[in-house]
T-cell receptor, first 109, second 112 residues
Framework: GQNIDQPTEMTATEGAIVQINCTYQ??????LFWYQQHAGEAPTFLSY??LDGLEEKGRFSSFLSRSKGYSYLLLKELQMKDSASYLCAVMDSNYQLIWGAGTKLIIKP | IAGITQAPTSQILAAGRRMTLRCTQD?????MYWYRQDLGLGLRLIHYSNTAGTTGKGEVPDGYSVSRANTDDFPLTLASAVPSQTSVYFC???????????FGPGTRLLVL
């Protein structure tokens, strides 16, 4: 079957760096997405990786290794507003997104 | 309108009742999707539509139906609601089926 694994919850300190990991096993691969979801709100798009390597976008970076079925989202200079759930999703061979359950990130002052 | 809207925002529904959740987008996106989100689980695809006039079944289609009469609207109908359909429902759209998906604000549904 298809499976996306990510930690349920992580805690980090304001101003620090945190890395959220995602491993996947899917039927085919057409890219990996990261979304941010604040409590009670809709998911919002953060990043997309389809080739191996690091994609940097301001304080957020996303890394992909297709051979290892692995990605991570790196958040730098953490701010209180970064407290949210981070969702990893893989687009399979049918161009459907398979979603992880999300990682709840708690930022402490 | 800018983006995707959903209605209602929330609803309490008696089991056995019929309910339609509305979704409208003004971005002229070809593809639209309905997901449900339950605590501890990832988003699960209910139905999708790659273009107006076509629909397809996702991972959890039972008990739900959709239609896509035009580009903008993609309603989701629960023919006879059951308590297990209590969830948060998100509509999403993308330029085409291979592109980034953008989400509406969601509908919180409680079936009693």
């Amino acid at each position: 079957g298809q499976n996306i694994d990510q930690p349920t919850e992580m805690t980090a300190t304001e101003g620090a760096i945190v890395q959220i990991n995602c491993t996947y096993q899917t039927s085919g691969f057409n890219g990996l997405f990261w979304y941010q979801q604040h409590a009670g709100e809709a998911p919002t798009f953060l990043s997309y990786n389809v080739l191996d390597g690091l994609e940097e976008k301001g304080r957020f970076s996303s890394f992909l290794s297709r051979s290892k079925g692995y990605s991570y989202l790196l958040l730098k200079e953490l701010q209180m507003k970064d407290s949210a759930s981070y969702l990893c999703a893989v687009m399979d061979s049918n161009y459907q997104l398979i979603w992880g359950a999300g990682t709840k990130l708690i930022i402490k002052p | 309108i800018a983006g995707i809207t959903q209605a209602p925002t929330s609803q309490i529904l008696a089991a056995g009742r019929r309910m339609t959740l509305r979704c409208t987008q003004d971005m002229r996106h070809n593809a639209m999707y309905w997901y449900r989100q339950d605590l501890g689980l990832g988003l699960r695809l209910i139905h999708y539509s790659n273009t107006a006039g076509t629909t397809g079944k996702g991972e959890v289609p039972d008990g739900y139906s959709v239609s896509r009469a035009n580009t903008d609207d993609f309603p989701l109908t629960l023919a006879s609601a059951v308590p297990s359909q209590t969830s948060v429902y998100f509509c999403a759209s993308s330029v085409r089926d291979q592109e980034t998906q953008y989400f509406g604000p969601g509908t919180r549904l409680l079936v009693l």
